[in-house]
């Protein structure tokens, strides 16, 4: 059984399009994530919902909207790509808001703007 | 402000020891987690300490040192399988931090 998964693994597209990524954890969790990993293996957090409920919005252009229409699924999109927008996406989810609670990734989107 | 510094890289031979070293600063600590991160993979939890002292997982142990603002991963009987980044983190408010990671190259 996935815990979290994505969809899709890899993405190849031109800039200035508009492209989704989506998300989906079957543990039960409360809370869910969005990173970006750059080149350089950066993890930066972007996104993150409780219970349907944006908690976290990072310093994200706003061409970058998560959605959330249940607990169990959180999807990305993303408007007028461009190129520094290439990076792995990983989703994430913890039992709870905050805590010291594990962090469970899914695989990882890698996202290639030409 | 709040950062998390580690080595970038560190070197070592299979079936030895090594560590990897991590600072911290922040205000309202909870703890320090470790990730491992193989190529192409997706970052995988290791250990939490939340109070100073080793917390030993099999072949990982991690340490914490509140007052020096400092922890470690340590990682014994190194095998070719370990190689790959690994990362600290602490929790801020809702947010997990993550280090630059370090990445750990294993000779035969």
């Known amino acids: 059984d996935t815990a979290v998964s994505q969809t899709p693994k890899y993405l190849v597209t031109q800039m200035g399009n508009d492209k989704s990524i989506k998300c989906e954890q079957n543990?039960?969790?409360?809370?869910m994530y969005w990173y970006k990993q750059d080149s350089k293996k950066f993890l930066k957090i972007m996104f993150s919902?409780?219970?349907?409920?944006?908690?976290i919005n990072e310093t994200v252009p706003n061409r970058f909207s998560p959605k959330s229409p249940d607990k169990a699924h959180l999807n990305l999109h993303i408007n007028s790509l461009e190129l520094g927008d290439s990076a792995v996406y990983f989703c994430?989810?913890?039992?709870?808001?905050?805590?010291?609670?594990?962090?469970?990734f899914g695989p990882g989107t890698r996202l290639t703007v030409l | 402000g709040q950062s998390l510094e580690q080595p970038s890289e560190v070197t070592a031979v299979e079936g030895a020891i090594v560590q990897i070293n991590c600072t911290y600063q922040?205000?309202?600590?909870?703890?320090l987690s470790w990730y491992q991160q193989h190529d192409g993979g997706a970052p995988t939890f290791l250990s939490y300490?939340?109070?100073?002292g080793l917390e030993e997982t099999g072949r990982f142990s991690s340490f914490l040192s509140r007052s020096d603002s400092y922890g470690y991963l340590l990682l014994q009987e190194l095998q070719m399988k370990d190689s790959a980044s690994y990362f600290c983190?602490?929790?801020?408010?809702?947010?997990?931090?993550f280090g630059k990671g370090t990445r750990l190259h294993i000779l035969p």
């Open positions: 922040t205000s309202g600590f909870y703890g």
């Open positions: 983190a602490f929790l801020r408010g809702d947010k997990i931090i």
């Open positions: 300490n939340g109070l100073d």
């Open positions: 543990l039960g969790h409360d809370t």
């Open positions: 919902y409780n219970n349907k409920e944006l908690i």
């Open positions: 994430a989810s913890t039992p709870v808001r905050g805590g010291t609670d594990t962090q469970y």
